[in-house]
């Protein structure tokens, strides 16, 4: 797992210090240092809450549209296509068990926009960076954020995570009102926002 760097330690550090004074007043210790190390250990514990919760959101997102992919090549397909032949189709290796070729066919039948292809193919791209990854990362990474900034949506005063989650709020909107995604979406979105922001309250003076 990649380490924080010491700008992250040293950000979460400033909001531990600035906004959780009950924190540090609980620890009921007067050595600097000490302090110092459970700021810290805070800090990565911390920082790796919201790294493991963006990913998760991350290959959640991608599968809710893959499973939309699929729903919508079915609607086009035969009525009395038998089980057998759908999951060969769908499952596995089969043609059209990638994420790649739901999104091509999709749009070939124009059955979904350009637009839509291409943001399907971003989130494609940001899910394999994170499947792949030997590292735990963030969507702001270098390598992550290259590809937020091809998604339609992309403003770079929103964080990432927000603009990924409503890029593919908006694609299962136009095309699954019903889909659990939808359902969940505000909950996830939410959970994310107290993990990642600095709580509004603060002491009384």
């Known amino acids: 797992m990649k380490k924080p760097s010491p700008d992250d330690?040293?950000?979460m550090l400033a909001y531990i210090k600035e906004s959780n004074d009950e924190f540090m007043e609980s620890l009921n210790e007067?050595?600097?240092?000490?302090?110092?190390?459970a700021a810290e250990a805070m800090a990565n514990f911390l920082i790796t809450q919201v790294m493991s919760a963006e990913a998760s959101f991350v290959l959640l997102t991608a599968t809710s549209i893959e499973q939309v992919l699929r729903?919508?090549?079915?609607?086009?397909?035969?009525?009395?296509?038998?089980?057998?032949?759908?999951?060969?189709?769908?499952?596995?290796?089969?043609?059209?068990?990638?994420?790649?070729?739901?999104?091509?066919?999709?749009f070939a039948l124009d059955i979904i926009t350009d637009n839509e292809r291409s943001n399907c193919r971003v989130i494609k791209d940001i899910r394999n960076d994170f499947a792949h990854s030997t590292e735990m990362k963030p969507l702001n990474d270098p390598g992550v954020l290259k590809h937020v900034r091809k998604l339609k949506n992309y403003r770079a005063d929103v964080e990432p995570i927000f603009v990924v989650l409503a890029c593919a709020s908006d694609f299962i909107m136009a095309h699954n009102r019903?889909?659990?995604?939808?359902?969940?979406?505000?909950?996830?979105?939410?959970?994310?926002?107290?993990?990642?922001q600095r709580p509004s309250h603060?002491?009384?003076?």
């Not at 603060?202 to 003076?205: P, Y």
């Open 9 to 11: 330690i040293k950000k």
């Open 30 to 37: 007067t050595d600097p240092q000490k302090i110092q190390d």
């Open 71 to 106: 729903d919508l090549l079915i609607s086009k397909m035969r009525k009395d296509l038998s089980n057998n032949i759908r999951s060969s189709l769908f499952d596995g290796y089969g043609p059209l068990g990638s994420f790649s070729a739901r999104i091509d066919l999709a």
């Open 178 to 196: 019903k889909h659990p995604f939808l359902k969940n979406i505000h909950a996830t979105l939410n959970a994310w926002a107290s993990l990642k």
């Open 202 to 205: 603060g002491k009384s003076r």
